[in-house]
Nanobody, 127 residues
């Protein structure tokens, strides 16, 4: 229902930074969850960072302290600031939006709770 478009991916050396952006076609209320997922070749898609229906941000252990998720004031944009990038961060990154108030806490990192997905943007980190 909601169209999402990611941008900002690219190639960077280990230790560098990238900022991913996600534009939504419609306004997203704060009670909805929004998040970033990633998938590397041969691996399952995993939740990276999410903002639950309560407005709290959560991060996967692998990125906590390095990545920061945030929303624009209009709630139709989502960002992922990625610092101290590692080669293990190399993956296709997807923006996602959920529309259930149950998408909160650890659920905001679970793809079951999301129903709209972007096409992805590639992030490649070289050592």
């Amino acid at each position: 229902q909601v169209q999402l478009v990611e941008s900002g991916g690219g190639s960077v050396q280990a230790g560098g930074s990238l900022r991913l952006s996600c534009a939504a076609s419609t306004y997203t209320y704060t009670r909805h969850c929004m998040g970033w997922f990633r998938q590397a070749p041969g691996k399952e898609r995993e939740g990276v960072a999410g903002i639950g229906s309560d407005g709290m941000s959560l991060y996967a252990d692998s990125v906590k302290g390095r990545f920061t998720i945030s929303q624009g004031n209009a709630k139709n944009t989502l960002y992922l600031q990625m610092d101290s990038l590692k080669p293990e961060d190399t993956a296709m990154y997807y923006c996602a939006a959920g529309f259930s108030m149950g998408c909160v806490g650890p659920r905001s990192l679970v793809q079951y709770w999301y129903n709209s997905w972007g096409q992805g943007t590639q992030v490649t980190v070289s050592s």
